[in-house]
């Protein structure tokens, strides 16, 4: 069996071959633009991306099934019948209804809690479909002639790809319309947000039907980072891995039914066909490798081999702190008027201690996230991390001592495409392989856990 699976991310679409049993590699990888039209918006062209899937998919060559993995709350509106796109991609960055959520009241609140489990942020879909209707003239327009539909990207690219308009429930569950406990959508949520129920796609398991892209079985069809828990091998509850790609992502199983505290939202980790739904956390810090990518824009380094090999103790122990909010502060601050900020400079700092802060603050924010989500599922001895920070031994070595956890690094890198390749039927135990381990070493001390919160306590509420 040959999967071509497919990750769809918010910087690029990567295609990987997975030979069932047998090897695995990447057969190609595109970039897209993205665009930042007004300050806190953050948009991609829909046609672009829909033409990079293509592109990936013709490098696989002949396959047996395809899995697709997209970014999960990005969301567009389209036309039914013509397909066209009636509006660009409005990514899970985008902070444009963040006003407009927040002069919502208390009860709004605790009802969106209540239904879905997550809180009203703009980081989730449904705001993001509303500020569609209301000021999109085309959008308005399809809407009131019955031809709009409205959904996350993984509906836009099964309807055009294989003429079937649906979305699985992991997916669903990260829009802020989904009744977590029933898994559909919740007409009381649609209502307050003013999203039609009848414009949205039919729930369904991960590995339902979805048709096919030239005679190939569209196997497989999830948000990436629930593919990247699946393909962690994590199965169990307390089993917890972070992706650390734009963002950095947590996800820890909890098992057959939704668990949640004060900070961390439940989520729906996968539903298989004929099986009852998997539940998990979920936990973000908004600019993980996207504070990298700022860094490298302002000189500040210039290849990834520069993300290692510090020579000096932590910048955190020498009085600089960095905390990573470029686009605000995900849970369990849900603060989006929080900014980024370097303090604690010197006449003496230079460009290489600025970057081991950065390393630091995007590990210590997700420190936070392990603590959190320990609350409610236990403890949690050990954590699996992918993604490009992944890749620097300073990195996973400072968030072992973070943590004060254990910290595997797998061999395969592709851990999305590796759980899409499973969700498709592919057998891929061996390609895990042996993953180095790194351990805490006592480096990071509580006076640096204090020093880091109070750089957290001046960055938010900056922007307001």
Not at 81 to 99: H, K, M, N, Y
Not at 246 to 263: H, M
Not at 289 to 305: S, V
């Amino acid at each position: 069996m040959r999967v071509a699976a497919i990750d769809q991310g918010t910087t690029s679409t990567r295609c990987l071959l997975v030979e069932d049993g047998g090897t695995a590699h990447l057969v190609a990888s595109r970039r897209h633009a993205q665009h930042y039209p007004a300050p806190g918006r953050v948009e991609h062209e829909p046609e672009e991306l829909l033409a990079n899937i293509r592109a990936v998919l013709a490098a696989a060559g002949k396959v047996d099934a395809i899995g697709i993995a997209n970014q999960g709350e990005s969301c567009l509106a389209w036309d039914a019948r013509t397909g066209e796109a009636l509006s660009p991609v409005i990514v899970w960055q985008d902070a444009r209804t963040a006003e407009s959520l927040a002069r919502r009241g208390p009860e709004a609140q605790a009802r969106s809690r209540a239904i879905c489990g997550l809180p009203l942020d703009p980081y989730f879909s449904a705001s993001k479909l509303s500020w569609m209707i209301r000021n999109l003239p085309a959008v308005a327009s399809a809407l009131a002639a019955g031809r709009l539909r409205l959904g996350t990207t993984d509906a836009f690219f099964l309807d055009r790809l294989c003429g079937h308009f649906r979305t699985d429930m992991a997916t669903a569950s990260r829009t802020g319309l989904m009744d977590l406990a029933a898994g559909q959508w919740s007409e009381e949520l649609c209502a307050l947000h003013g999203v039609p129920l009848a414009c949205l796609p039919p729930i369904g398991a991960v590995d339902a039907e979805c048709g096919a892209v030239d005679g190939v079985p569209v196997k497989a069809s999830i948000v990436d980072q629930q593919a990247a828990l699946f393909g962690h091998g994590c199965r169990k509850p307390g089993d917890t891995k972070i992706t650390f790609g734009t963002g950095a992502f947590l996800l820890s199983v909890t098992g057959g039914a939704p668990r949640s505290d004060a900070g961390l939202p439940p989520t729906l980790a996968w539903q298989r066909n004929g099986e009852p739904p998997v539940f998990a956390l979920e936990g973000g810090v908004y600019d993980a490798g996207a504070a990298l990518e700022w860094l490298q824009r302002l000189g500040l380094f210039a290849t990834p081999a520069e993300l290692d090999g510090f020579e000096r103790s932590s910048a955190l122990s020498r009085g600089l702190v960095f905390v990573p909010a470029l686009s605000g502060l995900a849970a369990p601050y849900w603060d989006r008027n929080a900014a980024p900020l370097f303090i604690g400079m010197e006449a003496a700092t230079d460009r290489r201690d600025m970057v081991q802060a950065a390393l630091e603050g995007i590990a210590l924010l997700t420190a936070g996230l392990i603590e959190a989500a320990e609350a409610s599922v236990g403890r949690i001895e050990e954590i699996s991390i992918d993604g490009g920070l992944s890749q620097s031994g300073y990195f996973a070595r400072f968030l072992a001592s973070a943590s004060g956890r254990n910290v595997r690094v797998p061999a395969m890198h592709e851990m999305t495409s590796l759980g899409l390749a499973e969700l498709c039927g592919a057998d891929v135990e061996h390609l895990r392989g042996a993953a180095p381990r790194f351990e805490p070493d006592g480096s990071v001390t509580a006076r640096d856990h204090q020093r880091f919160a109070a750089a957290i306590a001046r960055s938010r509420d900056w922007r307001e």
